[in-house]
């Protein structure tokens, strides 16, 4: 079992950065791929990007691709979403979630998720 705590969250302007950290607890972390997914008020939650167990493998939706960078620290049992040169269309809460095996871009595959962070970036 795995249990997520995101952080990082807050308002930015627009261009500018955030780093977000989900700190994963339990024994299962390094073998699970991790996914951020975010959700906009009045919106469907939407995948944003996954990275397999070992970091060697990361896709990111075409909307945040070049500005959002995903990576994990297995020795921190933490993952990480670094957001640059945002926009005020990223507003959302984002969410990190966990699955054993491969990486998907579905988020009814993912077994485990955070309670979420809220980004807001203004105009």
């Known amino acids: 079992q795995v249990q997520l705590v995101e952080s990082g969250g807050g308002l930015v302007q627009a261009g500018g950065s955030l780093r977000l950290s989900c700190a994963a607890s339990?024994?299962?972390?390094?073998?699970?791929?991790m996914g951020w997914f975010r959700q906009a008020p009045g919106k469907e939650r939407e995948f944003v990007a996954y990275i397999n167990w070992s970091g060697g493998a990361t896709y990111c939706v075409d909307s945040v691709k070049g500005r959002f960078t995903i990576s994990r620290d297995n020795t921190k049992n933490t993952v990480y979403l670094q957001m640059n040169r945002l926009k005020p269309e990223d507003t959302a809460i984002y969410f990190c979630?966990?699955?054993?095996?491969?990486?998907?871009?579905?988020?009814?595959?993912?077994?485990?998720w955070g309670q979420g962070t809220q980004v807001t970036v203004s105009s």
């Open positions: 979630a966990a699955r054993s095996g491969w990486a998907s871009e579905r988020p009814d595959e993912y077994d485990y």
């Open positions: 339990g024994r299962s972390f390094s073998s699970s791929a």
